[in-house]
Each structure stands twice: as C-alpha cells, then as structure tokens.
C-alpha cells in the first residue's frame, strides 16, 4: 500500500513509551516533540483529562496507560506514557503486557500500536 493512504488510514501514529522508574521517559516525549505546550490527554472513553497528572517528577509518575497524549506540534503522534517499570514489581509490567496484547487485537489499525519505544 501507498505510504500516504496508511497515513490516511491510521490518521496518528500510535506509540507507547516504556521503561524503567524515573528513566525520563515523560520528560523525553515532552523534549522530542519540541515544545512547552500542554498537551492534550483523553482517557480512553474521550474525556480530557487534568494535566497535573501527567508532569516530570521525581516521584514515581501516575500514568494510565490507556491515555491518549497528543501534542499541539506534533498532531499526527499519539503517545501512551506507562508508570515506570520498578524492580520487584510485576504489576506494571503486566498491566504493559495487558495493553500491548488488548492492541494488538483491535481491528482498526488506527486503534493499534504502530510502535513501542
Ligand atoms: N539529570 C537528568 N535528569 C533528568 C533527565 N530526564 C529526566 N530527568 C529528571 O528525572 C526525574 C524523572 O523524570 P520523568 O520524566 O518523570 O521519568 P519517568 O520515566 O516518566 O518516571 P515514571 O513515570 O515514574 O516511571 C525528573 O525529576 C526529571 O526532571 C536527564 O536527562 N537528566
Ligand atoms: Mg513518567
């Protein structure tokens, strides 16, 4: 298929950021985008949600995974932020596994991850 009509078809480019507690995983995704803006988050039946939630800390962050970041600059990337994955711990690495597999089934390739970084 022609590149444009999969850029037609999947409308934003889906990617989930994962790794260790504290790596700098949501600094980075506000940094590589190149922008101050607040972005816009949804959950995942639409609603926005408040922006504190979403910030840099020291703090372990408190993501849900299942929300929709998009950015002002960079409208064509919709990112999900996961809480870090700590040693220890499986719940997180199991709720990543859950979404990662749940995606993987949807039928729209818009709903679909198009990447895991
Ligand atoms: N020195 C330094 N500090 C950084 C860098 N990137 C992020 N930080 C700081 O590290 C802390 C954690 O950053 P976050 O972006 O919240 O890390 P995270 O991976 O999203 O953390 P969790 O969501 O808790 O897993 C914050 O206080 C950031 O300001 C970096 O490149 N260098
Ligand atoms: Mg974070």
């Known amino acids: 298929m022609d590149p444009s009509r999969i850029r037609g078809k999947i409308r934003r480019f889906r990617i989930l ?5 504290n790596a700098g995983k949501t600094t980075i995704l506000g940094r590589v985008c190149n922008t ?3 972005p816009e988050i949804h959950d995942s039946a639409g609603n926005k949600i408040d922006l504190a939630t979403i910030n840099a800390s020291r703090e ?6 299942s ?8 409208p064509g990337f919709v990112f999900h932020d996961s809480r870090g994955f ?12 859950e979404f990662i597999t749940s995606r993987s089934k949807e039928t729209r390739i818009s709903d679909q991850l198009h990447a895991i970084w």
Do not use: P, Q, Y
């Open 17 to 21: 950021i994962i790794g260790r507690t």
């Open 60 to 65: 372990r962050g408190e993501h849900n995974i």
């Open 36 to 38: 101050r803006d607040n």
């Open 86 to 97: 700590e040693a220890g711990s499986e719940s997180e690495f199991d709720k990543v596994k």
């Open 67 to 74: 929300n929709e970041m998009v950015l002002r600059s960079n």
